[in-house]
């Protein structure tokens, strides 16, 4: 079976707030790493009442400090948010700390609305419209020292000089960062949890079309799933009415922090809303280990990743651990039968 690792949001539940979120990521963390997953990811939001973290730089180190093994990283940096420079410099530092263990996700969506990522971004020079690909050329220049001849910035290092950035990720839902990723030789993250695009698709394109780079030499597929496990399908069922609730609410625009499991089992669904919840869970992994594996497998052998990043964003702390726990207890069974 292929390699697990976890993408965490620091999610704020009605019971969790914020700061607690924060220390609640690093307990996971801490746990994972003891289990054997192999990375650890943390999202950036910005002005969203459900996610504490706006800034996966502070929590890698944070995280990276109180692990072993498992590697860190973004997942990812909003690039358009930031000065490239900015970003090489702060993920050099962490590769200097924290040698082979971190990793530099990218994303090209600002992971907020419209006001907030114009007030992060009011004060950078930035060009009108989608810039992603000039940033992300920029910011590969800071590594390879590429700037044409004259050009100021040959006057500039992204300290710390004696360390390279950690390996670049891009992150994507649609078949644009699967190709960019292959195009420049880069790994690829697809977010099959929030994608209306096939993650299939995706993956396959990106193994079919990648060249070779001095970023990466092989390609490197990772599938980012949505899942909730426990004893039983019907525990893991009841602990993803916190989900249900909480993407019908995003889907209006309302980022609110998880609801309880009660609250989301008194919610007055109307038909609608019910038949919106059954079709997201076509983006959800629900059940007892067995079943959840079950469901899993075809989509992973089809798109042929290399790894699977999991998502679980349930309103229990102690119950999203046991879920992380399950799984790979039932992928180390799995591998096993396979040997």
């Given amino acids: 079976m292929i390699p ?17 979120a924060l220390r609640n990521s690093i307990d996971l963390a801490r746990h994972v790493d003891g289990l054997g ?3 650890y990811w943390l999202a950036e939001h910005h002005n969203l009442a459900s996610v504490a973290s706006p800034a996966p730089d502070l929590m890698i180190g944070q995280i990276a400090a109180v692990t072993q093994d498992i590697r860190v990283g973004s ?19 962490l590769e200097a700390l924290f040698p082979g263990r971190i990793d530099l996700g990218l994303g090209r969506a600002p992971g907020t609305d419209g006001a907030t990522a114009h007030a992060l971004r009011s004060r950078l020079d930035r060009r009108e419209g989608d810039d992603f690909l000039e940033r992300l050329h920029e910011l590969t220049l800071w590594e390879t020292r590429d700037f044409p001849p004259g050009h100021p910035y040959n006057n500039v290092v992204a300290m710390p000089d004696d360390t390279p950035l950690p390996p670049i990720w891009l992150l994507g839902s649609s078949d644009y960062s699967s190709e960019l990723a292959a195009q420049v030789g880069m ?6 949890h929030f994608a209306t695009y096939d993650a ?19 390609p490197h597929a990772i599938l980012a799933v949505a899942a909730v496990c426990a004893e039983t399908d019907a525990e893991a069922e009841q602990l993803a009415t916190s989900m249900d609730l909480n993407r019908l609410r995003r889907d209006r625009g309302q980022y609110l922090p998880l609801p309880s499991v009660e609250e989301a089992l008194a919610y007055p669904y109307s038909d609608a809303e019910r038949a919106s919840i059954a079709r997201n869970r076509s983006r959800l992994f629900v059940g007892s280990p067995a079943t959840v594996l079950a469901k899993l497998q075809p989509m992973i052998t089809a798109s042929e990743a290399d790894e699977l990043m999991v998502i679980t964003a349930v309103y ?7 879920s992380y726990s399950l799984l790979a207890d039932a992928f180390r069974r799995a591998k096993k039968a396979a040997a």
């Fill in 316 to 322: 229990d702390h102690e119950a999203r651990k046991k």
């Fill in 75 to 93: 997942g990812g940096v909003m690039l358009p948010n930031h000065a490239p420079l900015v970003v090489a410099e702060r993920f050099k530092m």
């Fill in 187 to 192: 790994g690829f993250a697809f977010a099959h």
């Fill in 37 to 39: 997953y192999v990375r």
């Fill in 4 to 20: 697990l690792s976890v993408l965490d949001l620091s999610v704020v539940t009605t019971g969790t707030k914020p700061a607690r």
């Fill in 200 to 218: 299939i698709e995706a993956l396959t394109h990106y193994r079919r079309r990648f060249k070779p780079s001095g970023w990466r030499q092989t």
